[in-house]
């Protein structure tokens, strides 16, 4: 059984919320499923021991149908209620939920007077122009859903790295306990930490290919089986994911999962240097492709394959062809940053804007996670929808860590802002008030549309205050849903290093920005990265794990993150630019 996360419970009691209005439900009912919702999100702790300790009993919102419910969700994984409902609905009216700009009212609204039941239907009748006649609608609206319906389709079948990374470790966990596996990866785009997967793929071996096949078929979280056999098996999973099976011998263990980690074009070297000496190379072995060719010498692991060809073993995540083999053959690949060389972090919210966890909780959790200091950065008071801090708030919340901070020992929490960027590229606070703060995370939350040239100027302006200690998410992007604004980044990490400023890889797995690609280029320019988590519970602080994905994937090594310096060394880095040195 899968336990699904609050947010899965969330979405379902919304789910239910919106078919029961749909229905002509008491409106009472209605509500009490949304304020369920609402009340389960802000709700602390972990729900399945919540659940099992306190049955959720006295919690304002939530009364006794729903405790029964979400209970039976959380231990049993599954609502029976919730399928007999959804049963009378076309299964498609689902994907108007994943429409960025469409919430229950506007669903509603478009299912009864429209008929719109599937993104579809949705193109349909906003191309026809019927949905800019909807009361509170309009012909902006029915432009903007347009584009979001693009934009998602572009997506198809793709999905966030973080949604990946949770299907195929409760897969591989699966598998790992069989007692028939012998040897066992992850391999493709989730191996390689691609920032989105279209799908998994896994990779055993074992001597009895039906009973693996049998149990990975059988694994709870798959809803569909696409195919089924003794060497290749493909499901989809819940959330839509499909995943692949690849079952071998452990003598063709090495190659399967060389071939199945990808990428594609990395494997296509490969195979062409394997082809010069005479060999074939394919997903199940290397073997001589005509007689007098040179002997094979036995290949065990992965690393022996590439030792065989003369090059140090290359991460899954630099297999892009990208310059790989290149540095592999002389010698000089980095040695990538781990997760473990983290020390702190920066750019974190609190309750005291849009997150959800309290100062307190973030900076015990943050300790609890080994790190030595950890950044508070709430939003600025431009920020009205995450609830921004004014200078007087901020100038509360500066106590607040204060006091905090004095009965640490060992461990610091640093006085931040994520400050807004302004139209015109200056900040959303004073001078006097930036120089009050530990360091300040700049970023852009509004005025995206602006033309390349006006947006660069705006960020590199805004990178010229001696206060900005990081630029925040340099292109906005929300993966599989809003594109990246329009701005010169090679002109943006000129002016980062010129002016001393800390770029963030952004975390968050829907972010990730900056994007990989990216980071080589920054490093070349002297650019130095600071890997942020861009946390608003205290179980965002594991995004970092994404964010160490991504700098891995851009050759980043632990020099270039400043956040892998201990605290004795980071105060020095936060005031640098202030004092006209370089970070
Ligand atoms: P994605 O799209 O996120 O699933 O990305 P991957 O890289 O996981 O791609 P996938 O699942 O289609 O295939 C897994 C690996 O198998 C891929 O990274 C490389 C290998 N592969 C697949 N098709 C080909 C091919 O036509 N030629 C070669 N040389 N390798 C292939
Ligand atoms: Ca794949
Ligand atoms: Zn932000």
Same mark, same amino acid.
């Given at each position: 059984m899968s336990v699904p996360s609050r947010d899965q419970v969330v979405e379902i009691l919304e789910r239910i919320a919106l078919l029961l209005e749909l229905r002509g439900e008491n409106p009472f009912k209605v509500r009490a499923y949304r304020n369920g919702a609402r009340a389960l999100e802000l709700l602390e702790g972990d729900l399945p021991s919540l659940v099992r300790e306190t049955g959720l009993e006295g919690i304002p919102g939530i009364g006794e149908a729903l405790r029964e419910k979400i209970g039976t969700l959380v231990q049993t994984g599954k609502l029976p209620y919730y399928e007999e409902l959804r049963?009378?609905? %076309?299964? *498609? !009216?689902?994907? !108007?939920? $994943? =429409?960025?700009?469409?919430g229950p009212k506007k669903i509603k609204a478009l299912y009864e007077?429209? @008929? =719109?039941? #599937?993104a579809d239907d949705l193109e349909a009748a906003c191309r026809s122009g019927r949905v800019a006649d909807l009361e509170g609608f309009g012909a902006k609206t029915q432009e903007k859903l347009l584009h979001a319906l693009d934009l998602l389709k572009q997506g198809t079948g793709r999905h966030l790295a973080s949604a990946a990374a949770t299907a195929a470790t409760a897969l591989y966990d699966a598998l790992r306990a069989h007692p028939d596996t012998i040897r066992l990866s992850v391999g493709g785009s989730t191996r390689r930490r691609? $920032? *989105?997967?279209?799908d998994i793929d896994l990779i055993v071996s074992t001597r009895q290919p039906a009973e693996i096949s049998r149990a990975f078929l059988g694994? %709870? !979280? =798959? *809803?569909? =089986?696409l195919a089924a056999g003794d060497t290749k098996s493909s499901v989809v999973l819940q959330d839509g994911l499909q995943a692949d099976l690849r079952v071998v011998t452990d003598a063709e263990y090495p190659f399967a999962l060389n071939y199945f980690t990808g990428s594609k074009e990395h494997n296509i070297v490969l195979r062409g240097l394997a082809q010069e000496r005479g060999w074939t190379l394919n997903e199940y072995r290397l073997a001589p492709a005509r007689k007098g060719a040179p002997e094979i010498p036995k290949i065990r692991e992965e690393s022996d394959l590439y030792r065989l060809f003369g090059f140090d073993y290359i991460e899954p995540e630099l297999?892009?062809?990208?310059g790989e083999f290149e540095a592999a053959a002389e010698g000089r690949l980095p040695d990538l940053v781990r997760l473990e060389n983290i020390r702190g972090t920066f750019h974190c919210h609190t309750t005291? #804007? $849009? @997150?959800? #966890?309290s100062l307190a909780e973030m900076a015990s959790a943050a300790r609890e996670l080994g790190l030595q200091y950890l950044g508070i950065a709430d939003h600025s008071k431009a920020s009205v929808q995450a609830n921004g801090l004014d200078a007087a708030r901020l100038k509360r919340q500066v106590g607040e860590i204060a006091a905090l901070n004095s009965d640490q020992d060992g461990f610091r929490v640093f006085s931040g802002t994520e400050c807004d960027i302004l139209k015109d590229g200056t900040l959303d606070f004073p001078d006097k008030v930036l120089k009050q703060l530990d360091y300040v995370v700049a970023s852009i939350h509004s005025s995206f549309t602006m033309d390349e040239a006006a947006m660069t100027k705006r960020i590199i302006r805004a990178m010229t205050n001696p206060h900005v200690t990081m630029l925040g998410h340099l292109t906005g992007r929300l993966l599989l849903r809003r594109e990246p604004y329009a701005v010169n980044i090679p002109a943006v990490l000129e002016a980062a290093a010129e002016t001393g400023t800390l770029v963030e890889l952004n975390a968050d797995p829907h972010r990730l920005d900056l994007d990989w690609r990216w980071w080589r280029l920054a490093r070349e320019k002297g650019v130095r990265c600071v890997i942020n988590p861009d946390a608003h519970s205290v179980a965002g602080l594991q995004n970092l794990y994404f964010g160490i994905g991504s700098a891995r994937k851009g050759w980043l090594t632990k020099a270039d993150v400043v956040n892998c310096l201990p605290l004795s060394k980071i105060t020095g880095v936060l005031s640098a630019k202030r004092e006209g040195r370089k970070p």
């Open positions: 049963a009378h609905f %076309p299964p *498609t !009216l689902f994907e !108007l939920f $994943d =429409v960025p700009g469409l007077q429209l @008929g =719109v039941a #599937s691609n $920032d *989105t997967v279209h694994h %709870p !979280l =798959v *809803t569909a =089986v297999r892009e062809n990208r005291a #804007s $849009d @997150g959800r #966890s």
